[in-house]
């Protein structure tokens, strides 16, 4: 059957990419820092572009997720190097990535330790934002790379090209260490977030709850953790303190935009780190046309079971089981099941409900940043400097390991995924979540929840997918299938600690976290952030009682019930090294690890022949289409054209007799795909841009920017008709 037959070739060939392969991780360990007083606080920003040309597939939808054809806003590595009084360093990485991986973390600190800024990994935070909307394939671990994207299997290439990137962002912060300033403070945003497992939410015991929700909230808006903390560091220029950046920690799934999606996008996050950095610009008196002064980072905090309100038109249907027409005649065989496709009507209509729905959430959240951001401002001013410019930094990092492990019984021995796993999250199902094979549910399929299912002893209600002697868990599963190792940090940045985890926590998980964390370091919990998604993956973490309806987060949850415990204990050990009055050294395990991968997809677009230098850029359509402008060109290869340091093109309004720079292709009103190969001449691309809220009856123009070895080239002005109100794209 067809059904059948989707299944074995699509295990096929993840197991064809994923033979395991050892790769030595460099250890990494950073050098002690040199005995000295720098006079107090120093702080560095960089922003490095990470935007893959079109062509690798997207991370975190699954089998449902499709290729980049381009990107709607660019993606980055975000880096804030802090370093103390006493010379201790700290470098926090903000990554328009679904998450990091041990193998990216060890190589960029191998990149950074052995150079002046002599940041190792031990000293080196990583963290994914969580977009939906960026690459994958770059994790080392067959069953990660085999089933998070549509694609299975390791792309060299592409993770070359991600540490490079990321290891000179961290570079550039320390070259730019200034005197600087800092304070922190936690505000709650409502109304934005929902729990999307009510049942295995309120199954905990006891039950938490953040106090006082305001009125109005359903069950679901007022489950969630609303607090976002927000660290803001001011530097000296020219003997005056100006705005530098931000470094923000609060939890939402990037999930905004639909799995349909076909451009890198940097989701929700993205548009609030732009709308920061630009006000940051503003106050700062800083920031040329299309570079930024300031730069905004954007930890994700305990989001595994925590979606963005959105709304049923935003969500892409997926294709579901049907039975082909039966043919006429007595003897005619019955006819085989089929995945009905979906039309590409439906997928447009989502997903521009998505992206407005992105958009409106981001300016949303953008304008409670901001203001905490200023009121942050006006409370470093009322301080006296010595007391901000004095924030000491501790830190403590280990290395755990997870299978077959000897320290501890909270972890089962070998990792398993669950049947809830298969079906994929409420925020993006996949085709198998309901599935029947002739009216019938396959062995390894049942999504029946709150069942007490006692098949295995250690992962007790779990369901394995496809069986547990199914083919899935002998791919994923195998050796060296899933995650063996975990690591996990304890910093302190003056009043604020921030426990890190590799892998998406609940929300109940990440409040029990911050309570045992607090009270190990002797704080209170309002002063103890979660960052999730950092220094590697190992799917979800679910408290006992979520983890028994073995919905999608149970069912990601790799090592068994208990593992949120195992997680609770190993950071409460190290927040207590960060106690005033700790003498003990932070227990800093950096051990040399091995990580495996396939043989490698490396379908990382070429960056093009000699001959293409030769290229004369031209436009092929330059009109609007309605109430979007659209230009056609010709121009060089995907890996000559992205990434780049620069701004690739420019949308510039007629002002009088001038023309200014109204946005350029950093916006997510902007996106940018790649069309088409045109042999020795090039390739076709294609930029779309929709003017939401502007005046009418503006002229714009569209400016190709110089590149090395081409000329700019600029369009004729055109004069825009009715400007949308893009909200409207909400409305059913």
Not at 118 to 136: E, K, V
Not at 383 to 397: K, N, Q, S, V, W
Not at 621 to 639: A, C, I, K, M
């Amino acid at each position: 059957m067809r059904t059948a037959r989707w299944l074995i070739v699509a295990a096929t060939a993840a197991a064809w990419g994923c033979v395991p392969r050892a790769i030595q991780l460099p250890t990494a360990q950073s050098p002690e820092p040199v005995a000295r007083d720098t006079g107090g606080l120093h702080a560095g920003f960089a922003r490095v572009d990470i935007t893959p040309p079109p062509g690798p597939a997207m991370v975190g939808y699954g089998t449902e997720g499709k290729a980049a054809h381009g990107y709607r806003g660019r993606l980055y590595a975000r880096a804030m190097v802090l370093e103390d009084r006493r010379g201790e360093r700290l470098a926090i990485v903000g990554l328009d990535l679904g998450m990091a991986s041990v193998l990216l973390h060890r190589r960029v600190a191998a990149l950074t330790r052995d150079t002046p800024v002599a940041i190792g990994a031990d000293r080196l935070l990583l963290s994914g934002t969580h977009t939906h909307s960026g690459p994958g394939n770059f994790f080392g671990v067959p069953g990660i790379d085999a089933f998070a994207s549509t694609r299975g299997g390791y792309d060299a290439r592409l993770t070359d090209f991600l540490i490079a990137r990321i290891a000179l962002a961290v570079r550039m912060a320390a070259d730019s260490l200034r005197p600087a300033r800092a304070a922190w403070a936690v505000d709650t945003v409502w109304g934005q977030t929902r729990i999307r497992s009510d049942s295995a939410f309120r199954s905990n015991s006891p039950p938490w709850r953040y106090p006082h929700p305001p009125a109005g909230l359903d069950s679901l808006q007022a489950g969630v953790d609303p607090a976002w903390r927000m660290l803001r560091v001011d530097v000296m220029r020219d003997g005056k303190w100006v705005p530098r950046g931000a470094f923000s920690i609060f939890a939402i799934h990037g999930t905004a935009i639909p799995g349909a999606n076909e451009l890198f996008d940097p989701d929700v996050h993205g548009i609030v780190s732009r709308a920061v950095e630009a006000h940051v610009d503003e106050l700062a008196g800083r920031g040329e046309a299309m570079r930024r002064w300031g730069v905004h980072l954007f930890g994700n905090g305990a989001e595994g079971d925590v979606s963005p309100v959105f709304t049923d038109e935003s969500r892409c249907p997926t294709p579901e089981i049907g039975r082909a027409r039966r043919l006429s005649g007595p003897r005619t065989p019955p006819q085989p099941d089929y995945w009905v496709p979906v039309a590409d009507t439906a997928f447009d209509r989502c997903l521009r409900h998505g992206k407005r729905l992105a958009d409106t959430l981001g300016r949303t959240l953008a304008a409670k940043a901001v203001r905490q951001f200023d009121r942050l401002g006006a409370h470093m001013d009322s301080l006296d400097a010595e007391l901000t410019r004095g924030l000491r930094i501790e830190r403590a990092f280990a290395t755990l390991p997870l299978v077959r492990s000897t320290e501890t019984g909270d972890l089962c021995p070998e990792p398993r995924v669950g049947t809830g796993f298969a079906g994929g999250a409420e925020d993006g199902r996949s085709r198998l979540y309901g599935w029947r094979l002739l009216g019938f549910v396959p062995p390894g399929f049942a999504m029946d929840h709150d069942t007490a299912y006692r098949g295995l002893t250690c992962h007790r209600q779990k369901r394995l997918a496809l069986g547990r002697l199914g083919l899935l868990q002998g791919i994923v599963a195998g050796p060296h299938g899933l995650p063996e190792v975990a690591q996990v940090s304890a910093v302190r940045i003056g009043g604020l600690v921030i426990g890190t985890l590799p892998a998406e926590p609940t929300t109940t998980v990440g409040a029990r976290i911050r309570a045992a964390m607090a009270w190990h370091a002797g704080m209170q919990p309002d002063s103890v952030a979660v960052m999730a998604v950092t220094n590697g993956y190992i799917q979800y973490i679910t408290t006992p009682e979520e983890y028994r309806f073995q919905y999608y987060e149970g069912g990601a949850t790799e090592f068994g019930p208990w593992e949120s415990w195992f997680f609770q204990d190993a950071l409460s050990r190290l927040a207590a090294t960060l106690r005033p009055s700790s003498t003990g050294a932070p227990p800093g395990r950096v051990t040399p690890l091995t990580a495996f991968r396939g043989e490698g997809l490396e379908s990382f677009p070429d960056s093009g022949g000699p001959t293409e230098s030769r290229i004369t850029r031209a436009f092929r359509e330059y009109r609007w289409r309605g109430d979007t402008l659209v230009v056609r060109w010709n121009d060089v290869r995907p890996g000559r054209l992205i990434p780049a340091d620069a701004p690739v093109l420019a949308v510039e309004r007629q002002d009088g007799g001038e023309w200014r720079t109204v946005t350029w292709d950093d916006d997510n009103e902007l996106e940018v795909r790649g069309v088409r190969r045109l042999g020795g001449r090039g390739y076709e691309w294609e930029a779309r841009w929709r003017p939401c809220r502007r005046p009418a009856g503006e002229t714009y123009r569209i400016v190709l920017l110089e590149r090395p070895g081409l000329p700019p080239l600029t369009g004729e002005g055109l004069r825009s008709g009715p400007v949308p109100r893009c909200e409207d794209d909400l409305r059913p």
